[in-house]
């Protein structure tokens, strides 16, 4: 069977129109993400953070608890970090924050910001840093 490359100009306006969504969809995603940071910085204003214990520890336990343990201080795999949840929640609160929402490179830790609603995360957050260190 012979291809004519002729056969793909049709093809020209979905494959532009795809990369065209594609790149409107990184945009948006890039919006997303530095609307989240900043509202978590606002959330901190220069003072502790301020969260709802007990939907923390709900939240923990329903997104967190699988991979980190009850405790935050399990590690399933030799490529993610070996510190305890409460460890990086109480060195670097934004770090752990961005981490949480967005994966970290190189782990299986992987993004959650479409998961877990924004508050829900402020209090997942905050009960991270209650967590064993």
């Known amino acids: 069977m012979s291809f004519s490359r002729l056969a793909l100009l049709p093809l020209i306006p ?3 129109d795809f990369a065209s969504c594609s790149r409107r ?3 948006e995603h890039e919006a997303v993400v530095r609307t989240r940071v900043e509202a978590f910085d606002e959330e901190l204003h ?3 953070l301020k969260y709802d214990f007990a939907n923390g ?3 923990f336990r329903f997104y967190c608890a699988g991979c980190h343990g009850a405790n935050g201080d399990a590690v ?6 070996s510190r305890t949840l409460g460890l990086s929640a109480n ?3 934004r770090r752990f924050w961005k981490i949480a929402n967005f994966g970290e490179d190189g782990t299986k830790m992987r993004d959650h910001f ?3 609603p ?4 402020v209090d997942l957050t905050g009960y991270a840093q209650t967590l064993k260190k």
């Not at 399933?76 to 970090?81: I, Q």
């Open 14 to 16: 979905l494959i532009l």
């Open 25 to 27: 969809a990184h945009v």
């Open 46 to 48: 220069g003072e502790p």
């Open 57 to 59: 520890q709900r939240a």
């Open 76 to 81: 399933h795999s030799a490529g993610m970090n």
């Open 91 to 93: 060195e670097d609160l």
């Open 114 to 116: 479409d998961d877990i």
């Open 118 to 121: 924004f508050r829900d995360m």
